[in-house]
């Protein structure tokens, strides 16, 4: 399932893609199973739209794993687990999830590092550290629900060493140099990263550091393109067990980020 040269490669680069890990049908059976709820009338809490040609189209879908039971499949898959323990190394909890459609026309994101950034808490006013927060390491599981393109906007991601080299590994030394309030890095940094874009087939995954700058841009086909986007954060001292998603998704809500800045291309 995954090899030594992967888990190196892994190690080494920050990110590995894995052809034919899911069966199709299960990826399929997923995808339909959220375009028939997402066409119901029954509108999905956590749901964010984009204005496209001046109409208003689905974005994302946050939690999307409380509502379909395929995806949730997916995520508690013994062979995904398996493949986490292995590269994480000790016990993880799984963080957010979320599917992205991508609309034709739809936007890109900015070049940016997940979790690297401060906010405050309506509550109190206290600044918190980001993801820093719930935990010390996390890592991304990208499952494509339709096959990944340069023309429908696929992922770029740079390898990790690009992020070490101009900022350093430590939580705030990355943060302190992006956008203020954002993840996103400076467009004078942008030169120094060198981007690969990730063409996936349905039943692939891509697995990725969260420290692995990644973007996208524009989706200029005529279909929508869409990927299942998992976040599982490494057992530590700052989360004690599977809540820590709740608390997270939780506290999401109730922040307040007093600097509106551009996160879409």
Known sequence: MISKKDILKYNNDGYLTIKNFFNKKEILNAKNEILKKVNSKNKLISTYYEDIKKKKEIRRIEKISDYSKYSKKLV?????KKILKILLKKKFF???????????????F???IDGHFYWKNKKDGKQQEGWSKYGDSFINIVIPMDSTTKKNGYLF???KKYTFKKYG??????????????PNLKDDDIKDF???GMVLNIGD?????WKCCHFSKKNLSKKSRMIFYLTYVNACKK???????????????????????????
């Open 94 to 108: 799984l963080f957010k999830d979320k599917v992205n459609f991508k609309q034709p026309g739809g936007a890109g």
């Open 239 to 265: 989360n004690s067990n599977y809540l820590v998603r709740k608390k997270y998704y939780s506290e999401k809500k109730n922040s307040l980020n007093p600097l509106k800045r551009k996160s879409l291309q």
């Open 205 to 209: 995954i891509l697995i990725f550091d």
């Open 194 to 196: 060198k981007f690969n």
């Open 76 to 80: 508690i898959s013994e062979k995904l």
């Open 169 to 182: 590994k430590r939580w705030k030394n990355i943060a302190d140099n992006l956008v203020s309030g954002t």
């Open 157 to 159: 991601l740079s390898k």
């Open 110 to 112: 900015l070049p940016h």
